[in-house]
Every structure is written in structure tokens, then in C-alpha cells.
């Protein structure tokens, strides 16, 4: 079995999908793999590297993917990569499936079996499988990194002898893996932090790291979470007192994280207008959902912008901003995935249909979108028309 590993193509990504170890680990399974040169270089890994590790270094993609059986890649192929995928390859990449549009249906056409890994389930057996948390972990760590580097104060408070200095204030919307991370990592930098979200369950996980939990905690909020752990839709009326809440808190606040997304829809706006008008200047708002259009009105894709006296942050692909130790995470994802289907003594790719990983995680199968998020809806059936005599009739009459 060949493996190969493209260098990336896409905007601001210097992320790779394997790296020396995941190479090694590979090359021992009985595969060969090819990484195309320079593939690695902006997460710091060299040709050499992978070289040492047992890989060949391919002089461009073309090379890299002749014979290929599995093509491993960070982001969804753009076009012009598809001409030189064998057809009937396995691709293993970030997707971006729901906004992939016509470029998801050229991966089918061109004869690939896609996987998606952002459709991973969240399952325990696959936890060493899963791209959103491990990648989200790392956006939750820097968003507070790239907050801070655009913030004109210390975060800890600080007693010298020309004075006080107090400890910032920092409110994290969305509990979630970012949200925690960023929670812990504003606290070790020594700020207070605040953090919301609509799972009843996130108090104790906000708590156990040292934050404060901002909701409105009535009787609706207790039972706002489902046996499987989803968050229920609230009334308009808990709606309209957790934003009063929110606001209110808001404009006490020197930075404001949010992490919240909904897969298949836009991000939600957590901060309007209003209540960037409301915070204090010199303030700072890390939109790490800025690539799904914003939970910040004002905040702009691959920017950061100065609105109304606060520095709105919206950098692009956040996990990429930490190349290097993205890129070895989502390497080991992807090898424990790869793993899972492989066939040791065949030394092949042995797939399991019928396996709740594959079948989550499958989108393109024999020139098709299989997933069932993804096809298109079928028509509702034309009623039938009735002629004299026939009305009033059902099946067996």
C-alpha cells in the first residue's frame, strides 16, 4: 500500500498530516509512503526528517501521488489537486463538508473514497481519532496567546511599589474543548475568568478550573440539557434574560473569548453592536468562530479590526497559528484512523462498511455523496390524481 502526503495548498494552512513518527509508525505497518518536498517545512518539519523516517520524498504532488492507495491531506483538495488522484484512492482530510459545495462533489466524481474527519463521532473508541478536539484544544490555548498580544495591560494582578495593578477580567463564551482551554490558560496567565454556556453541565467542568459561571440558573436552565448530553432550544423569555445577563457582564470585561459553532450552520452572534459599544476602551474580543462567519457582529475573517475602541481578533484557521504541534496531533488522528481500517496481514486497507466510525465519517463512495447529512433531499412524491369514482379509496379497497 502507498501513502501519500501532500504539501498544502490553501490559504494561511502550515499544517502537514503526517509527521516523522506517524511516518515510522506507517512504514512499520508494511506501507511505503511518499510526502511531496517542502510538505513539512511550515510546521517546522524537514524533507530530512521524514527521510530518516522511512519515507520517500517526492518532488512534487504528481510524483508523490502516482500509485497511491491513501491520500492523507490537512485540507479538502482544492480543484486543480483532484487531476492527479488515482481514482479509487482513499482521501483522509479536513473537509469542511457543509460549505465544500461543488468542490465535494468533483472529489466524488473523481472516483476517491473521502473520509471527513470532521464528522469523527464522539464515541469512546474513537477519541484518539478525534481532529475537532485535539485541534480545538490548541485554538482555545492561543486564543488567549493572540488576546493578550493585542491587550495594553498585564493580565496578573501585580503589587510594586509605584502601585497596584489589577488582574484582568476575561469572559469565555462556550464551555466546550476551546472554551476550557482558553479558561485555563487565561488563568494561569493570572486573570479572572468568567465563562457561559447553555449546557447545565459545563458549571462544574467552568468551576473545577477556577472560573466563574455567568447563566441564568432557574428551573428552565436545570432541565435545559437532553439524556445524551445536548443542549434543549430555550423560551424566548430565558433567551431574553440570559442576554440582559450577558450584557450586563460584558461591559465589565477587559477581553471576551468566543468558541461557540454550530456544525452545518453559521456561528450564532453572542456579541452584538451594542455590547461592543458597552465594554470599556482598550478591550479585546478573540472571535475564534470567525471562519464560520463570527459570534462577534464586527468581527472580520483573517483580521483584526479596531471598532468603537476594542480590538476585535479574528484571525483565520487559529490551530494553524500553532503549526508545529497542530500538525502532530492531527498526524496521530489521522494514523489512528488509518490504523483501524488497516489489514496487518494483508498489508492493505481492509474496510468495514458497516463500522459506526466508517459510516460517520464517510462522505464520497463510487462517484457519490453518501453521508446522510449531506445528500440532497428527494423530492416529496407527486400526489396521484384521482379520476370519477376513485375518491375516497385507500390501498386494498
Known amino acids: 500500500m502507498k501513502v501519500a502526503i501532500l504539501k498544502e495548498r490553501r490559504a494561511k494552512e502550515a499544517r502537514v498530516a503526517a509527521s516523522p513518527d506517524t511516518v515510522a509508525k506507517m512504514v512499520n505497518l508494511g506501507a511505503e509512503v511518499a510526502v511531496e518536498k517542502g510538505a513539512g517545512l511550515g510546521a517546522a518539519i524537514t524533507d530530512a ?17 502516482k500509485g497511491a492507495d491513501l491520500i492523507l491531506k490537512v485540507q479538502r ?10 481514482s479509487g484512492a482513499v482521501l483522509m482530510s479536513l473537509l469542511d463538508p457543509y460549505r465544500a459545495g461543488a468542490e465535494l ?42 488576546g493578550a498580544a493585542e491587550f495594553g495591560r498585564a493580565f496578573p494582578m501585580m503589587m510594586t511599589a509605584a502601585g497596584k495593578i489589577p488582574p484582568a477580567n476575561v469572559l469565555v463564551m462556550g464551555a466546550g474543548v476551546a472554551g476550557l482551554q482558553a479558561i485555563a490558560t487565561a488563568r494561569r496567565l493570572g486573570a479572572v475568568v468568567w465563562a457561559t454556556d447553555v449546557r447545565p453541565a459545563a458549571k462544574e467542568q467552568v468551576e473545577s478550573l477556577g472560573g466563574k459561571f455567568v447563566a441564568v440558573e432557574d428551573e428552565e436552565f436545570k432541565q435545559a440539557e437532553t439524556a445524551g ?26 477581553m471576551v ?9 453559521p456561528a450564532p452572534v453572542l456579541v452584538s453592536e451594542e455590547m461592543v459599544k458597552s465594554m470599556k476602551p482598550g ?18 475573517a483573517g483580521k483584526v479590526v479596531t471598532k468603537h475602541g476594542v480590538a ?42 458497516e463500522d459506526e466510525i466508517v459510516k460517520g465519517t464517510l462522505v464520497a463512495k463510487d462517484g457519490a455523496i453518501v453521508h446522510p ?13 384521482k379520476t370519477s369514482g376513485e375518491e375516497g379509496k385507500t390501498d386494498g379497497e
Open 257 to 265: 473569548i468566543t468558541t461557540a459553532l454550530i456544525p452545518g450552520r
Open 49 to 65: 526528517a521524514f527521510k530518516e523516517a522511512g519515507a520517500t520524498v517526492a518532488k512534487d504532488a504528481k510524483t508523490a501521488l
Open 283 to 300: 478591550s479585546v474580543i478573540v472571535d475564534l468562530a470567525v471562519d464560520n462567519g463570527g459570534n462577534c457582529a464586527l468581527s472580520q
Open 77 to 86: 483538495p482544492e480543484p486543480s489537486e483532484l487531476t492527479g488522484m488515482p
Open 312 to 353: 476585535i481578533v479574528g484571525h483565520a484557521n487559529v490551530p494553524g497559528r500553532l503549526a508545529a504541534d497542530a500538525s502532530m496531533l492531527y498526524a496521530n488522528n489521522l494514523y489512528n484512523f488509518l490504523a483501524l481500517l488497516f489489514d496487518k496481514e494483508a498489508k492493505g486497507l481492509s474496510i468495514d462498511w
Open 105 to 146: 462533489d468533483a472529489i466524488a466524481k473523481a472516483g476517491l473514497t473521502a473520509f471527513s474527519m470532521e464528522f469523527m463521532p464522539r464515541i469512546t473508541r474513537a477519541q484518539s481519532m478525534d481532529v475537532l478536539s485535539s485541534q480545538a484544544n490548541l485554538a482555545g490555548y492561543k486564543a488567549v496567546l493572540d
Open 373 to 385: 447529512n449531506l445528500k440532497p433531499a428527494e423530492p416529496a412524491p407527486k400526489a396521484e390524481s
Open 229 to 254: 448530553g445536548y443542549a434543549k432550544e430555550m423560551s424566548d423569555a430565558y433567551k431574553k434574560k440570559q442576554a440582559e445577563l450577558i450584557a450586563e457582564t460584558i461591559q465589565k470585561m477587559d
